[in-house]
């Protein structure tokens, strides 16, 4: 028995070679090749004539060379940036600043009537809820920009733990004020002349408990911010303006709260949001920016 084919079948076995490749039907045959509807001469496929330009008369030639033959179909590689963790932690303060706006635009407030209490209930609950969600993701971006601000001093870790006490604390406030505020609402519409008087009474304990969250938030929050700013201001991590805005920011929100001049109500604390939101924001540009490190 013979290990290997007779040269007159490999012969008519390379004659009958007839395959198709790629999305543009090439065909390749024994006399030449035809593509897009024309023929291609046999002599342009490479030295000897071959259908294969890996193959010769009898024998392989080029043996593990595959990146140019004609059997080996092109593909296309897409290439898609980097997604660093500063963009990361971008997208996370964008997102989460995001949220805590829409919070304050749709905040309910003032005088409603009766039959609008319903109405006003689900949309505080709403705002609210969506507050409480916005938070940890502004933490976690807060995170990861704390980590590119870092130059040794633990500025921006300080500015980080501040602003991690700063968020419970604005989490009580939320829960107070859009979880337990509403149903002391329904309670005081159901009560009785005589009981209404305690549950107004508890209701208003609660907006107390509420405004104190707030205040700590607002100081601390606004401290954190003058840590980081510094720390940009340092180490030049970011934007000039950043940081400079950033002092002015967290420095006359911290004292107009511990002042009296702001107070946290609905009004004062969104200015306090809006602004921090701004500043965040600006933040989150400059990371984005950071061009990813190559590999070595």
Known sequence: MRASPRPSREARTRRSIFFVTGDTATFFFAAGQFEAGRAVPRAGFGEGGGAFLDIGRLFVRYLGTCGELALTVQRSVLTVGRMTDERRSAIALIAGSAGMIITM??????????????????????????????????????????????????????????????????????????????????????????TRGTWQMMLNYNFQINQAFARVYSVGASLALVLWSVSILRYRTMGLGVGIYGVVLGSATAVGICSGLLTPDRHGFAILIFGQAIWFLLAAGDMWKIAPSRPA
């Open 105 to 194: 635009i749709f905040h309910p407030g003032g005088k409603i009537a009766p039959e609008q209490l319903d109405q006003m209930i689900r949309l505080n609950i709403a705002v609210h809820s969506l507050a409480l969600a916005s938070i940890p993701v502004l933490f976690l971006g807060a995170w990861g920009m704390s980590r590119r601000l870092d130059g040794g001093d633990r500025l921006a870790w300080a500015g980080l733990v501040l602003f991690a006490l700063s968020s419970m604390a604005v989490m009580n406030a939320g829960t107070l004020n859009g979880l337990v505020a509403p149903k002391l609402m329904r309670q005081i519409v159901a009560s009785t002349p005589e």
